[in-house]
């Protein structure tokens, strides 16, 4: 471990440097900046409260309710929690992205540093870590939390799958953990880096990743299946109908001599334009078959940026489910760290252009972010407001802009749409609410909860269905007399399924570990000997 302080300690400081806007600054003003900051605080909320996995966000568009974390990857916001208990959520954004950059450049040196000299896998890990698309676009740009995250587990894969191919008691169960931690992160980024790991699994001699890959993804089963159920209602493809947000719209083209995207601006053309221009160089001068794997990957993520890949995103659903070509540059930036850190254990002459051109491809997006930085910055003095969610659209059938939810969560907790009575809210969570309703004839209640498939109700021990009403909102019919009831978003079978698989995997993962700590039965510890009679 000495070997390792001073590049540790390097990085450390480097963390610090590039994170230094986020200390001085704030978290960026970034594309979904304040669905982020909503969404660490009502997590943080229900999670300090005792549940274990919160869904359903109880507390956002003011109090209507959202099935965010039926398809949003909860890892990065567990990880968040610990700093949002104790101090604001854009503040708790920034220190955990902070953390992000810090353990990328760590997890990417080591990775490096399992087949690269010291020198090689520390400048490797550097450009990783303060990479274009990472640092400029993903952080201080897009504000993309939980892609930022997403480069932290790529390198720990492929960190343990160097140590299984020398077979390290543990690597295998390391590729579960750390494949399951980037599917609950960013299942986008986990998307385009499966194909990547098992190539570079087989190309390695490594068949058994196979295994760590399928037994991470039933680690994540109990977020991803739920996940998969849930896209026919709170779907992304709702948000592509807007046109700015089409996959063709955001193609990599060679204008003016910049490689540029109709829907971006100039810190996002630098950054696609150098990193690229050094991939090819890279690509050249690693030339050799050790290389040859990360050339081949970043020349395959390139041209999946490109309108040559435009019949994939035609005929292939999944593929239009990663949105945007450009994200392919997660896949890239991994390609160039790896052919840096090749390049620079090649030779001596060669390593001071590599290097210092490397610096110059991560430094220039970075300087064009940071000097506008502070202007953006004021938003941080605004409200929270009524803690709105961007995808309320997408599910809901009510009124789902700022302006009509926030009329929405003034209204009563509960109200009569016919009939007439009381009623009262005696107790409720996040998923069950218990009301005491009287009335004489009988009566269709609202409830002040936006409507998503699976809420019921339950009167005298039997259950139905909710429906929604003409505002979106949850109602149900009372009858006649005094009535307790029970409005409840039970565990629904793709929940239930999910927990079961993970659960499984655990237990699988748990016997891979112990394993090879455990002798076989009928040996001993004392070497035994024949009797000499």
């Given at each position: 471990?000495?070997?390792?302080?001073?590049?540790?300690?390097?990085?450390?400081?480097?963390?610090v440097l590039a994170?230094?806007?986020?200390?001085l600054?704030?978290?960026?003003?970034?594309h979904?900046?304040?669905?982020?900051?909503?969404?660490?605080?009502?997590?943080?909320a229900?999670?300090?409260?005792?549940?274990?996995?919160?869904?359903?966000?109880?507390g956002?568009n003011?109090g209507?309710?959202s099935?965010?974390?039926?398809?949003y990857?909860?890892?990065?916001?567990?990880?968040?929690?610990v700093?949002a208990?104790?101090m604001d959520?854009?503040?708790?954004?920034a220190?955990?992205?902070?953390l992000?950059?810090w353990?990328?450049?760590?997890?990417?040196?080591?990775?490096l540093?399992s087949?690269?000299?010291?020198?090689?896998?520390?400048?490797g890990?550097c450009f990783?870590?303060l990479?274009?698309y990472?640092?400029?676009?993903?952080?201080y740009e897009?504000?993309?939390f939980?892609?930022?995250w997403?480069?932290?587990?790529?390198p720990?894969?492929?960190?343990?799958?160097?140590?299984?191919?020398?077979?390290?008691r543990?690597?295998?169960?390391?590729?579960?953990?750390?494949y399951?931690?980037l599917?609950?992160?960013?299942p986008?980024?986990a998307v385009?880096?499966t194909?990547?790991?098992l190539?570079?699994?087989?190309r390695?001699g490594v068949?058994?990743?196979?295994?760590?890959?399928?037994?991470?993804?039933?680690?994540?089963?109990?977020?991803i299946?739920?996940?998969?159920?849930?896209?026919?209602?709170v779907s992304t493809?709702?948000?592509?109908?807007?046109p700015?947000?089409?996959?063709?719209?955001?193609?990599l083209?060679?204008?003016r001599?910049?490689?540029?995207l109709?829907a971006?601006?100039?810190?996002?053309r630098?950054a696609?334009?150098?990193?690229?221009l050094?991939?090819l160089?890279?690509g050249?001068?690693c030339l050799r078959?050790?290389?040859m794997?990360?050339?081949?990957?970043?020349?395959?993520?390139?041209?999946?940026?490109t309108?040559?890949s435009?019949?994939?995103?035609?005929?292939?659903?999944i593929?239009?489910?990663l949105?945007?070509?450009?994200r392919a540059?997660a896949i890239?930036?991994?390609a160039?760290a790896?052919?840096?850190?090749?390049?620079?254990?090649a030779?001596r002459?060669?390593?001071v252009?590599v290097?210092?051109?490397?610096a110059l491809v991560?430094l220039v997006?970075?300087?064009t972010?940071v000097?506008?930085?502070p202007?953006?910055q004021?938003?941080?003095?605004?409200?929270?407001?009524?803690?709105?969610?961007?995808?309320?659209?997408v599910?809901?059938?009510a009124?789902?802009?700022?302006?009509?939810?926030?009329?929405?969560?003034?209204?009563?907790?509960?109200?009569?749409?016919?009939?007439?009575?009381?009623?009262r809210?005696?107790r409720q969570s996040?998923?069950?609410?218990?009301i005491?309703v009287?009335t004489?004839?009988?009566?269709?209640?609202q409830l002040?909860?936006?409507?998503?498939?699976?809420?019921e109700?339950?009167?005298g021990?039997r259950?139905?269905?909710?429906?929604?009403d003409a505002?979106?909102l949850?109602?149900?019919?009372a009858?006649?007399?005094?009535?307790?009831?029970?409005?409840?978003?039970?565990?629904?079978?793709?929940e239930?399924a999910?927990?079961?698989?993970s659960?499984?995997?655990?237990?699988?993962?748990?016997?891979?570990?112990?394993?090879p700590?455990?002798?076989?039965?009928?040996?001993?510890?004392?070497v035994?000997?024949?009797?000499?009679?």
């Open positions: 471990m000495r070997r390792n302080g001073r590049p540790i300690l390097f990085l450390s400081l480097l963390a994170g230094m806007p986020l200390l600054y704030g978290y960026p003003f970034g979904d900046v304040v669905a982020h900051s909503v969404r660490v605080q009502h997590f943080t229900q999670l300090l409260s005792g549940e274990f996995y919160p869904r359903w966000m109880a956002m003011g209507l309710g099935p965010d974390f039926f398809v990857g909860p890892a990065p916001f567990y990880i968040t929690a700093f208990a104790w959520p854009l503040h708790a954004l220190a955990s992205t902070l992000a950059i353990l990328s450049g760590l997890v990417a040196y080591f990775w540093r087949v690269a000299t010291g020198v090689a896998a520390t400048i890990a990783y870590m990479a274009p990472h640092l400029a676009i993903d952080v897009r504000a993309a939980a892609e930022s997403a480069f932290v587990w790529m720990l894969v492929l960190l343990f799958m160097e140590r299984l191919r020398r077979g390290k543990g690597a295998l169960s390391g590729i579960s953990v750390a399951a931690l599917v609950m992160t960013h986008i980024t385009l880096f194909p990547v790991v190539l570079f699994g087989w390695k068949a058994s990743c196979l295994d760590g890959v399928l037994l991470g993804a039933g680690l994540s089963a109990f977020y299946i739920p996940a998969i159920a849930h896209e026919r209602y493809s709702g948000l592509r109908v807007d700015d947000f089409h996959w063709a719209r955001h193609f083209w060679v204008d001599g910049l490689l540029w109709p971006s601006d100039q810190s996002f630098w696609l334009t150098w990193t690229l050094l991939t160089g890279l050249l001068l078959r050790r290389s794997f990360w050339t081949l990957a970043a020349t395959a993520a390139a041209l999946f940026m309108p040559l435009a019949p994939l995103w035609e005929w292939w659903g593929v239009r489910a949105q945007f070509p450009w540059q890239v930036t991994l160039v790896a052919l840096l850190a090749a390049a620079i254990e030779g002459p060669r390593s252009v290097t210092l051109t490397a991560t997006p970075f300087a972010v000097m506008n930085y202007a953006r004021a938003y941080h003095e605004a409200p929270m407001g009524i803690g709105y969610d961007v995808i309320t659209r599910w809901s059938k009124q789902a802009d700022p302006g009509g939810i926030e009329q929405l969560s003034r209204l009563p907790e509960g109200s009569f749409l016919t009939g007439g009575g009381s009623l809210v005696e996040a998923r069950v609410i218990h005491l009287e004489e004839t009988g009566a269709t209640i002040r909860r936006l409507y998503y498939p699976g809420w109700f339950e009167i021990g259950a139905a269905p909710t429906r929604p505002l979106g949850i109602s149900f019919e009858p006649a007399g005094q009535s307790s009831v029970i409005v409840r978003l039970p565990w629904e079978a793709s239930k999910g927990m079961w698989v659960l499984a995997s655990l237990l699988g993962v748990i016997s891979l570990t112990v394993r700590y455990v002798r076989p039965s009928g040996e001993s510890g004392a035994r000997r024949d009797d000499p009679k």
